[in-house]
Each structure stands twice: as C-alpha cells, then as structure tokens.
C-alpha cells in the first residue's frame, strides 16, 4: 500500500493536509459554542466572539447548572440512555443468534428475517406512530422513548453477519460438551464480539442521548422531556411577528446566546468523554460484521 | 472470568425482565385516567345548569366537576415555591370559586403546542376545553366538532366577558363559522405589530444630519452612515439599514421601508375600484424593491444579509455596525437594549414611516387572528368556558379586580397561569398603558396606576436615575418611545394600513399560500441582490398563475359576504 515514490508521498500528504482541514473545519463550530458560552453576553450578542472567550466569565455555567428544568432534562436523558441502552442491546443479541443460524438450523428464518427487513424499508408514517403508541397507553412515560425504538433492524444485521463469521467449531464443540443454546450464546458468541458490541453500544447510546422530536411529541409535560427536547425548545429560533409584550419580553429573556451556548456544550459533554474510549472498536466492529469468506 | 461474564448477563435478563413488568403495570395505570373521566362527568348531569330553565350565571358547581385541557408554558412562566401549572392561585380560584377542577392532559413548551395539537386532533383526543389556531379552528369548525357558544355567552356571560368578546367585531367575526360563535376571539391590537423606524440619533448628531422626514432624507441618512464613518474606527464598515433572510416580521422588517413607497408586503388592500388585491403584486413594490437594490449595490445593507435570520441580523446592530433598521414596538427591549448596553453612547430614537412622496406613509399591519379557545362538541359542561372567563375579567379587568392576587406580584406573572389569558383580556391594550404610565411620570405619582403598568413606571423611574439597564422599558413606553409615536401618529392621524382579509384561510390559501410565500420571498431577495428589476413584471404573472388569481377570487367572495 504504502509507496515510496514521489507522486506516493505528495498524495499522502495531500490527503493528510485534507483530512486535517477537514477535521479542523468539524472542530471549529463546537469550539465556538464553547467559547461563546464562557464570554460575556453583551460580547456575544453583539457576535464579537471567535474562537476565544471575551470578557471571560463562568456565569452561564453557574446559572444552567442551578436551573431545575435543565438538571432534571439531564437525569431523564441519563435514564432514557440506561434503560433503552440496555434493553436494545439484550433484544439484538438475542435476535441476532437464531437469525445467524443457517435455515436448515431453524426453519422459520427466512420469514423472520424479511419480517424484520420490511420495516427498515417502509414506516407507518407520523400519525400511526403516534396513535400505537398513544392506544398502548404510554405517553408520558419514559417507555415511550425507550420501546419503540427497542429493536434496531440496522444493528441486528450488523451483529448477525458477525455472529456468521465466528468459527462454527467453537459452537460444534460447545455443542459437543453438553451446552444448550442460551450458553453458547452468552458463553461464547458474546465474549467474542465484543468489538462488534462496543460498535452497537455506542450507536446506541448516541441514538438515544441525542434523539429530541419523540420527547416533544409523546411526553406530556416539559418536565419529563430529555435533554435534547428542552434544549430543542430553548435554542429554536423564534418567530419574530410576535405582537404582545409578554412575548418581547421572553424573547429578550431567551436571546441570550451564552447561555444556549454553556446548554449546548454541557449537552454534548457525555458523548464526548464516552466517544474516545468506544471509538477503538469502531472501525473494526462496523468491518469485521461486513466481510463474509 | 465466565463466571462473572454469565453473572452480568443474568442480571441482565432480570432487568429486562423487570423493565417489561413495570412497563405493562404503567400501561394499567395511564388507562385508568380518562376512563376514570365519563362517571365523573355523568354524576353532574343532573346540575342546575342543564336542566333547570332559571340560570344563575354565578352559580357554583356542586358537587365540583373536572374539565380538561392543555397548556403551554416558557422559560418566562415562574411559579412561586410549591405551584405549579397544575396547581396555582388560579386553579385554586377556579376549584374555590367556580367548583371548577382544570385538568392538564398534556402541557408543552410554547413552540411545540401547535404540531402538539394537531396530533391531538388526528388522534381524535380532544380535551373540553383547549386553544387552537386559525388552520386548526376552521378544520373543527368544518368538522363540526365544535360546540356553538352564541346561546352560552347570552345565558352565562358577565357584562365584562360580552363586553370583550363584542368589542373587537374582526376578531369576533373570525371567530364565527356559519353563524355561530364557535370560540372566545383574541383581543384585537393591530398596533403591536406595526413597523417602526428606529435611528441611531447619536450618529444622526454627529454627522450633523436631519431626522428622516421623507424617503429621500432616510436614503442620504443610509448613505452617509455607510460612508460617512459613524462609529469613528476610520474603518469602512458601518450599513445604513439592516435586513434578514425573512425580510419582514417584527425585527427586521422591510415592509416598513416599502410603506414609505406605499407598497405593503403580504397583506391584503383595497384598490381604487373597491376590490381587494394582494400588496405584493402592486406597481409600488416595484419601486420600492428598486431603491432596496439600489442600497444594497451601494453597500448599505449588509452584502450577508440573505443568509442571516432575524437573530443573527442582530448581531451587526448590537455591535454598532447598523444604523437603522425597521421593526415593532417592542424592539427597544431586543435588539436595541443591548446595543445601548454594549456601547454606552448609543441612543435610538423612534420615528414613523417616512414618505416617498406628499401622501403621509401608512404602516402596514397583518389583521390575522390566530389563537382561539374553543369547546369540544359535546363537552359535559360547555358553559364552564364562559365561567371561566367570567372570572378572569372580574379578577383582572373589572372595578372589583385584585391585581395583587391574580395579575402580578414580587416578579411572578399569575396572569399568565390563567386560562383564556394569552391577548384575551386587555380592554384598552397597551397605548393607554402607555398613556396612564407617562401621566403617572409627569406627575410622579404612580397610585392610580394598575400592576402591570406600575412595573414599568417603576423601570421608567429606574432609567430616569441613570440605570441604562431599564432603557428599553423607557424607549416603549416612556416619552418619545414606541407608543407615543404610534399614539400621535398610527392612531391620531390614522397612518394604519390594516389587511382588510382577517378571515380563516381560505382551501386556496391552504393549498397554495406556502407556494405563492415562496415565491415572493424568493422573487424579492433576488431583485435586491441585484436581479433585474423587470422580472418583478414576470413575478406578478407567475403569482397569479400559481394560485395567486385562485385565492385573490376567494378573498374577494369572503369580502363580498361578509359586508
């Protein structure tokens, strides 16, 4: 792969400088949030700030960090992420085993496996989705966040066609020293995918953290909303035709970017800290469920 | 190692296990609610008011009854310790007083209410008593699921509550479907939304210029604030007008500048032959769309501004960048304040709409009403939604009222907790504020004033001892603020241009209307970016072919029978 030549190393440092500018060019708008956050208002209404602080100041922090709605956002989101982290991964790895299976192993595969694809392919549209989810009784509660979404087709093929690339003679001899399906499931198919695991938990995990329109629709008071709804709400960019003075006055009163800028970092933290400790299984958990000998 | 592998997945299992179970205990639970709701509402039928032919509008319902609805709350909403939007001094008021129990079935915050709603309504579960908008309410009313209010307020309405609904006769007759009053209509103000020209009087006096009079002395003001250096930097970077990517709405808003022209953007007006015709395809606009162009070729207007939302446009006037820009009365509070706030030379001054010609300029003003309180057709207690009002206008508007308790205390807004509140209930509107409030400066005496208005004497007090903080409140109520120029000039002189089409939307409009908004908005940022002036004439043909004759034909059948 790699070339000593001349042209080999002008086109390695071509593509170096690019991926550079261009993971600058991502880099960029975050570090500007930040910088707004921690500068003075009059200086960042007045879009004075860059990419270093004016009039350095913590105040926004100390206010969103003592607001009620934003902590409370911020414990339904952890919830929401617990709960539907867990409950989606054990619901993939136990649809993924049998779908694995070759269909002269389990007979029913083919019908399972379309079942499931068809619904990757079309939705029952806005409206449905509401109203099953509304008949079943769960608004307002954090099962609406959570069931829903608890089966993710993409994954479950993701982790199936890792599951096919184990070497069968694991499972054989497994088989051949006594264990039923459900230990060689979680003795052995588990263990050895934990890259692909890792890869699925973080999708995961950033599906859920960052999801804001179902919390909008389907709780029933602002307080249950998870923190990517409320800060839906609060960064929204208002209608200006408003008339009446109470609106003018919350609009003064919201317009204050560095506090949407400290909201928005804050939001954005956990991901951050979880991604460098998950991304080393990235690559190889999304490559190696891909390839089939 | 395994061991401890298989111990986490059967701890695991039980919490899935146990995440299922509670999952269907909760779905009993929230089941329960609204069927727990029709015995509730089939113990009151026998109440005084359905049977009895006697009714006392005051009456108490006894036992208690429970109507439901939905709300919205913001950022501004603050609750004294313990309340809440379920419970507060006005829940407790309608339970003490009216024997009425308000239930939430849902609150959001307040952009979400609209899409909120419509899934309410697809969904067929509508509360007794809830606030829609002017789309919503003609789908309802269409549907026939709304009940008919006329005989109601007759039966149950106080002098104040008919007084209010009777007072604003457009808003009423949007709020009419076939001859019925199917919602309690919003307050009219047509003055709220009204553009205003806002100049930078300390440049003005720098540069030793006049104040804008015409549209010629407003284009020598751009020009020299463009070039002339106003902020001193000895930089060229200043603009004379300051756009958006809307542009119009309450900040910034070029319709004000295409007022001076005579020209008047998306609104509905009447031509010389008595029919009505959409501003946007006059020749005026023509004219005015030229002068825009001409300014921004010039570079007064900031090249960028196609691409910057209303926000973002801020950011150059905040900064001392733009000079002046066109907007509502409530702009002194934002974006003006922080101007002021940034640089401590900084003053604005208001001004009407300069005119391009002899003929005093008209400010334009949109007339669409949009938020209505209705009552679900065959709602147990449909009278409560006129109680209710009863009671808000007793406690807020009339001799009797108790601001203290109801209206606003120590920074808490008790208005705003109240049903029926949003715009429903201010009698005189906001230039008589106004007025009381410079009377009661003028004579330093702020006793005969009423909470709200006494909250910005107090501001006004604070600016006049040298707290630029509180500028903002001054600059709309005080002298030579947003009302007073409003007062002696949109109101005594009658300079309002108001759209003469207030009703709902018509199915052209439905269909169409997103289009044709579009098209205009498109149309028009182009030719001041520097199109030629001369595809406004293949514009006008397009908009009329697109729908435009469709819903111009519709507004003037509405127009035709509603005189």
């Not at chain 2, 979400?112 to 606030?131: G, T, V």
């Not at chain 2, 269409?142 to 005989?151: I, R, V, W």
């Not at chain 2, 205003?196 to 009087?201: A, P, Q």
């Not at chain 2, 070729?297 to 733009?322: H, M, W």
């Amino acid at each position: 792969m790699v070339t000593n030549s001349t042209s080999g190393k002008l086109f390695h440092a071509a593509n170096s400088v690019f991926l550079l500018v261009l993971a600058i060019l991502c880099l960029l708008p975050l570090v500007n949030v930040l910088a707004v956050s921690l500068s003075s208002s009059t200086a960042a209404s007045a879009g004075l700030v860059k990419l270093w602080p004016v009039d350095f100041t913590w105040k926004a922090y100390a206010y969103v960090l003592q607001k009620p709605e934003f902590l409370r956002a911020f414990t339904v989101s952890l919830e929401r992420v617990a709960l539907g982290t867990t409950l989606n991964m054990v619901l993939t790895i136990t649809l993924a085993y049998p779908l694995s299976k070759e269909p002269a192993a389990f007979a029913g595969r083919l019908f399972y496996v379309w079942f499931f694809v068809v619904t990757m392919l079309v939705s029952g549209g806005l409206i449905p989705w509401y109203l099953i989810i509304q008949q079943l009784g769960m608004l307002g509660s954090i099962w609406a966040l959570v069931l829903p979404g608890a089966v993710n087709v993409f994954n479950v093929v993701l982790l199936l066609n890792f599951f096919r690339n184990l070497p069968k003679e694991l499972e054989e001899a497994a088989f051949v020293d006594g264990a039923g399906h459900w230990r060689i499931l979680w003795s052995i198919f588990v263990p050895l995918s934990l890259p692909a695991l890792a890869t699925l938990i973080l999708f995961t995990m950033v599906g859920h953290w960052n999801s804001w329109f179902d919390g909008l629709i389907l709780m029933n008071s602002p307080n249950d909303y998870p923190l990517q709804s409320y800060l839906q709400t609060v960064v929204i960019n208002r209608d200006l035709s408003l008339i009446t003075m109470a609106d003018a006055e919350t609009l003064a009163m919201v317009s204050d970017r560095t506090m949407k800028g400290a909201q928005i970092f804050l939001a954005a933290l956990p991901i951050i800290c979880v991604y460098p400790f998950l991304q080393r299984f990235f690559i190889k958990g999304i490559v190696m469920g891909s390839v089939k000998e | 190692m395994n061991r401890k592998r298989r111990n986490t997945c059967a701890i695991a299992v039980i919490a899935t296990a146990l995440a299922l179970t509670t999952a269907c205990s909760n779905t009993g639970t929230t089941n329960n609610g609204p069927a727990a709701q029709p015995p509730a509402a089939e113990t009151n039928t026998n109440s005084p008011s359905t049977e009895t032919p006697v009714i006392d509008p005051n009456a108490k319902y006894d036992p208690p009854i429970e109507i439901s609805t939905v709300r919205y709350t913001d950022s501004s909403f603050r609750f004294p310790d313990g309340d809440s939007i379920d419970n507060n001094v006005w829940t407790r008021a309608y339970e003490s007083e009216l024997g009425i129990q308000v239930k939430n079935l849902w609150v959001v915050n307040g952009d979400q209410y609209n899409q909120k709603m419509n899934l309410s309504i697809a969904s067929k579960e509508l509360p007794d008593l809830f606030m829609v908008d002017a789309k919503q309410f003609r789908e309802l009313a269409e549907a026939g699921q709304l009940e008919d209010l006329t005989p109601l307020v007759e039966q149950y309405g106080s002098e104040l509550t008919k007084e209010m609904i009777e007072r604003g006769t457009n808003a009423k007759s949007a709020a009419t479907y076939d001859g019925k009053l199917l919602a309690i209509p919003p307050a009219e103000d047509y003055y709220g939304g009204a553009p205003l020209l806002w100049v930078r009087t300390d440049w003005l006096d720098k540069l030793n210029l006049p104040e804008p009079k015409t549209m010629d002395d407003l284009l020598t003001i751009a020009e020299a604030f463009t070039t002339g250096d106003p902020d001193g930097d000895g930089q060229n970077n200043s603009y004379g007008l300051a756009a958006s990517k809307d542009l119009i709405g309450g900040y910034p808003d070029l319709s004000g500048f295409m007022n001076g022209y005579h020209a008047y953007m998306n609104i509905w007006i009447k031509d010389e032959s008595g029919k009505l015709v959409n501003g946007s395809v006059q020749p005026e606009m023509k004219t005015a769309l030229g002068k825009l162009q001409e300014m921004y070729k010039s570079g007064q207007i900031d090249k960028e501004f196609g691409v910057k939302d209303g926000g973002k446009a801020a950011e150059l006037q905040t900064a001392g960048k733009v000079g002046m820009s066109f907007g509502a009365m409530w702009n002194p509070l934002w974006p003006l304040q922080d101007s002021v706030t940034n640089d401590p030379n900084a003053e604005w001054g208001a001004f009407p709409i300069p005119s391009a010609d002899g003929t005093p300029a008209s400010a334009q003003s949109k007339a669409d009403f949009n938020s209505f309180w209705v009552v679900k057709k065959g709602a147990a207690h449909p009278e409560a939604i006129i109680k209710l009002f009863n009671l808000y206008n007793d406690k807020i508007v009339s001799e009797q009222a108790d601001p203290a308790n109801f209206h606003s205390k120590d920074g808490f807004e008790y208005f705003k907790y109240a049903l029926l509140s949003n715009g429903f209930g201010t009698p005189q509107g906001l230039l008589s504020v106004h007025k009381n409030v410079i009377a009661a400066v003028a004579a330093e005496d702020p006793s005969g004033l009423v909470p709200e208005e006494k909250s910005y004497y107090d501001n006004i007090q604070l600016y006049l001892g040298g707290d630029r903080a509180q500028w903002g409140t001054n600059k709309v109520f005080g002298e030579n603020g947003s009302w007073a120029v409003i007062g002696a000039n949109y109101a005594d002189q009658n300079l309002l241009k108001k759209s003469e089409f207030y009703g709902a939307p018509t199915p052209g409009m439905t269909e169409k209307q997103a289009i044709l908004d579009k098209l205009v908005l498109e149309t028009f940022t182009k030719i001041i970016l520097g199109a030629p002036i001369d595809s406004f004439d293949s514009f006008v043909s397009d908009w009329h072919k697109l729908g435009g004759e469709q819903i111009t034909n519709e507004v003037n059948e509405w127009y035709a029978d509603k005189s």
